[in-house]
């Protein structure tokens, strides 16, 4: 293997198409051990780990302190509503007041308008992105492609196709950047108040029909509607929406045999999917989540065993 | 016979063959058939050695033994000092380890660090009855307190020697050579 080269996980946007074949093929040995009656290796003995979360998350908090425990780190869990930044604390701060307990890792959620990079100047642990606003979602966008690699066994010249809310999806921009990089096509499909002109340039098709685009597509994935950043309205009424971009049986139908539903989660059922697919789709859509583990344990094994300059 | 590099074989294919022949038959002369015998091979010449064993006590006995893989790198104690971070192989153990006599193989014993990481990863898998240690090339310079019960052949070399076995599994021929380092 190739010495990893990264101390950081900040985007797919610059990960070579070599380092993110390197996380798939590391997790694929990580997914063996959370089957062990003992779930637990020593790999990350004595390293400390930061999960410093200013947002809400199941999956990606959960999985990420799993995926460190069970490499045997000490986490220290950290939400904003918890942590000092409720009296007026700035992040910045919080980050320094956490170095000086020399973490190794500090894994960090941060809302829309903070720049993750800038941390890295306050830090000497090794930061990973569990999702920074609406810019990218690394480890998200990594088990989906693990996901999709399970499943269909390539990344390569496969139609994905992203649907719905494009503009605020951090997940959409990371498997976007990708899936690009294993020659598949990526296409988005919103309303076109969802889909911001820069999608255009990412070399992405973008659509807003729905019912034109299914029947070519090899993965379909769909974002959830992300209620708690429409502080104005993107579109007129969620029926409506539903009419136009909900995955429905009689949609579901138009698509190849072997067409993979996906869904980061959490599913809006009714929204994005209806309730009656829940059958097909939802075993897949949990395997997702299962895969989330073994691709958080090996960019932790990455990170956290890369030899640091003294 | 040329000698480039000061490279010299060690075992040929045969002395490969009775070998792994001559220790199978000290295996099973000392554990009883009443107990319960596993292999667990060390990636990735052990898993290959440990194969070739399995079917040898099949060829003798009839009996077929139980085969464990184990990949040690998440048990390394130098995970944090060495370069580039070592790949991770498959580990797998699909047996009950208890009130087992554990067979662990591998092709060459020197520090003995991979044996005490294997041992370790296999008190974590169970608690077998008792853990013997099969290599089929000793060649010194132990760091830790451990030995081999079972081995193939003693070699005495140099720290700068290099000790290169190859098995047709994994390198399409079956010989050990030992390589004089450059410095």
């Known amino acids: 293997m190739e010495e990893w080269q990264k101390k950081h996980i900040l985007d797919i946007k610059n990960f070579s198409r070599l380092e993110l074949e390197t996380i798939l093929s590391l997790a694929d040995s990580f997914k063996e051990i959370s089957k062990r009656e003992v779930k637990k290796v020593p790999a990350l003995r004595g390293k400390t780990i930061v999960n410093l979360f200013f947002e809400h998350s199941t999956r990606t908090r959960t999985s990420f302190e799993l995926a460190a425990k069970r490499l045997s780190a000490d986490v220290v869990n950290l939400t904003s509503s918890t942590s000092s930044l409720t009296k007026g604390e700035t992040i910045v701060d919080t980050i320094k007041n956490l170095e000086s307990y020399h973490p190794d890792i500090m894994i960090m959620r941060i809302g829309v308008g903070v720049c993750l990079e800038s941390f890295t100047k306050y830090t000497q642990a090794s930061i990973v992105n569990a999702g920074d606003g609406c810019n990218e979602h690394p480890t998200q966008a990594l088990l989906d492609m693990f996901t999709v690699k399970k499943s269909k066994g390539t990344l390569e010249n496969l139609n994905v196709l992203v649907v719905g809310d494009i503009a605020h999806s951090r997940v959409a921009r990371s498997n976007i950047f990708g899936f690009q990089k294993f020659s598949s096509k990526v296409t988005v499909c919103g309303p076109t108040t969802l889909i911001p002109y820069e999608f255009e340039k990412l070399g992405v098709k973008v659509s807003n029909d729905l019912d034109r685009e299914i029947p070519s597509a090899d993965v379909i994935m769909m974002l959830r509607i992300q209620k708690e950043r429409q502080g104005i309205t993107f579109f007129s009424t969620m029926r409506d929406y539903v009419e136009r971009f909900g995955l429905t049986p009689v949609r579901l139908k138009k698509a190849k045999k072997d067409c993979l539903v996906m869904h980061p989660g959490p599913v809006n059922w009714d929204i994005e999917i209806s309730s009656s697919l829940k059958e097909r789709v939802h075993p897949l859509i949990l395997k997702q989540a299962e895969n989330g583990l073994a691709i958080r344990m090996a960019v932790l094994y990455l990170v956290g065993t890369k030899k640091r300059k003294i | ?183």
Do not use: W
Request: glycine content about 6%; charged content about 30%.
């Open chain 2, 1 to 183: 016979m040329s000698n480039p590099k000061g490279k010299k074989k060690i075992l040929s294919q045969e002395d490969i063959k009775k070998t792994l022949y001559r220790l199978t038959h000290q295996i099973l002369e000392k554990i009883s058939s009443s107990e319960g015998l596993a292999l667990v091979g060390i990636q990735t010449r052990g898993v290959h050695l440990a194969r070739r064993i399995q079917a040898i006590i099949k060829e003798i006995e009839g009996r077929d033994i139980p085969l464990g893989v184990l990949d040690i790198t998440l048990y390394r104690d130098d995970l944090t000092a060495i370069g580039p971070t070592p790949t991770v192989r498959e580990t797998s153990l699909a047996f009950d380890l208890s009130d087992k006599v554990v067979i662990l193989i591998d092709d060459v014993l020197y520090t003995g660090r991979t044996v005490r990481a294997a041992l370790n990863e296999i008190m974590d898998f169970g608690r077998p009855k008792r853990v013997e240690f099969l290599v089929l090339v000793d060649r010194g310079f132990r760091e830790l307190p451990i030995r081999a019960d079972y081995v193939g052949k003693n070699i005495p070399t140099s720290r700068q020697e290099v000790v290169e076995v190859k098995l047709k599994e994994s390198d399409s021929i079956d010989e050990v050579t030992v390589i004089r380092g450059s410095d």
